[in-house]
């Protein structure tokens, strides 16, 4: 089943290798400076010698001591600044994500289904849509409540998810009908795929209450297009099979014959 791509932190880390580079160069440039200093000023020799030495030392102490610091100083400000970009781009992808998805079931809403679909569209790229919708599903929130229907939603969700393979595209349309895009122009893979869909939603054990275990089915319509086909057109056809199957008895797969 189709993902959406996880953001992973990348580590930032205080490099004090970084700050001593940086003391050892202010060093050097303070050494420079205090030498030039000494050079330009007119200074006699008896004094120089004096003090020569403590103008050297003191420049050194004031740039080891005040420039190492700041620098680790300056390395965790960014730290802190890179971690908070950190947090607020997986924030946002999280709030994307969260958009996209439906809350119930995990899978792609309504929109993003369709949005994906196109995107495939967009890329010239033929694909079969199935329309699965699960069978007497209204007799499990009349007798055991809406409770209970959202568990088999779930279970439902996580069959199709099971059935499917990473490329291919699910998402819940509403209620409890789901849609899958299985790209390509063989609609054979894709009948095969249906199939998968078909028997892992057979084999949920469901017991909405303790003592009791529910059969559960779902009858799904096979509808093959090309790129060019409306993705309105390509739900028509998978959701006229769908109810083909419904007709011809629930728990089957039924492929749309393009007139």
């Known amino acids: ?3 959406d791509p996880i953001i992973t932190e990348s580590p930032v880390r205080v490099s004090y290798r970084r700050a001593l ?26 004094i120089l010698r004096e003090v020569i030495g403590i103008w050297f030392a003191l420049a050194a102490i004031c740039a080891t001591s005040v420039t190492f610091p700041l620098a680790l100083i300056f390395q965790r400000e960014r730290l802190k600044l890179a971690q908070a970009m950190q947090q607020l781009e997986k ?17 792609l809403n309504r929109e993003a289904f369709l949005s994906r679909i196109g995107r495939f569209k967009e890329r010239k790229t033929s694909g079969a849509m199935l329309m699965v919708d699960v069978d007497h599903f209204k007799q499990i929130n009349d007798n055991y409540g809406h409770q209970a ?5 779930k279970l439902v969700s996580k069959a199709i998810m099971d059935a499917t393979r990473d490329e291919d595209i699910g998402g819940r349309i509403g209620g409890e009908e789901f849609g899958i895009f299985v ?17 892992s939603i057979a084999q949920i054990e ?54």
């Open 1 to 3: 089943m189709d993902k």
């Open 21 to 46: 580079a940086i003391t050892m160069i202010n060093l050097a440039v303070s050494q420079v400076i205090t030498g030039l200093a000494i050079l330009v000023c007119d200074i006699p020799d008896y």
């Open 91 to 107: 924030a946002h992808a999280e709030l994307a994500s969260r958009a996209r998805m439906d809350p119930l079931t995990g899978l």
């Open 149 to 153: 229907g959202d568990e088999a939603l």
């Open 183 to 199: 790209p390509g122009e063989n609609i054979q893979l894709a009948r095969i795929i249906a199939e998968r869909v078909r028997l």
């Open 206 to 259: 469901f017991s909405p209450e303790p003592g009791s275990r529910i059969s559960m089915t779902a009858s799904i319509g096979v509808a093959q297009g090309s790129w060019s086909t409306q993705i309105s057109e390509l739900f028509r056809r998978a959701d006229d099979g769908m109810y083909e199957a419904k007709h011809s008895g629930r728990n089957r797969v039924m492929v749309h014959k393009a007139a």
